[in-house]
Nanobody
Framework: QVQLVESGGGLVQAGGSLRLSCAAS????????MAWFRQAPGKEREFVAA????????FYADSVKGRFTISRDNAKNTMYLQMNSLKPEDTAVYYC?????????????????WGQGTQVTVSS
């Protein structure tokens, strides 16, 4: 059974930092990718960042470029999202997703596996 478990969310002031983790078990996305998406209240889930598992290529939404960094630890089968210079508009539930193929990796509908989400709240 595949499980993705997010951790690291919390409450932080604007300008602060948080690091999210997503630990995968039951499957290794060695030919695919993992990504972070987020959903703010009243809004649709949106792409944040993605990383291919083998090559480590990274992709970011324009809204987080230069502030967020996605990375992975192959040995631990874990993905991270370092979030710096946080803004109130970054407030959302952050979800990690995993997929078996390294295409369409910014497309939410292409992800097969999802975590339960972790809340990030940025106060002004």
């Amino acid at each position: 059974q595949v499980q993705l478990v997010e951790s690291g969310g919390g409450l932080v002031q604007a300008g602060g930092s948080l690091r999210l983790s997503c630990a995968a078990s039951g499957r290794t996305f060695s030919n695919g990718a993992m990504a972070w998406f987020r959903q703010a209240p009243g809004k649709e889930r949106e792409f944040v960042a993605a990383i291919t598992w083998t090559g480590g290529s990274t992709f970011y939404a324009d809204s987080v470029k230069g502030r967020f960094t996605i990375s992975r630890d192959n040995a631990k089968n874990t993905m991270y999202l370092q979030m710096n210079s946080l803004k109130p508009e970054d407030t959302a539930v952050y979800y990690c997703g995993g997929k078996d193929r390294g295409i369409f990796i910014t497309r939410q509908s292409s992800y097969n596996y999802w975590g339960q989400g972790t809340q990030v709240t940025v106060s002004s």
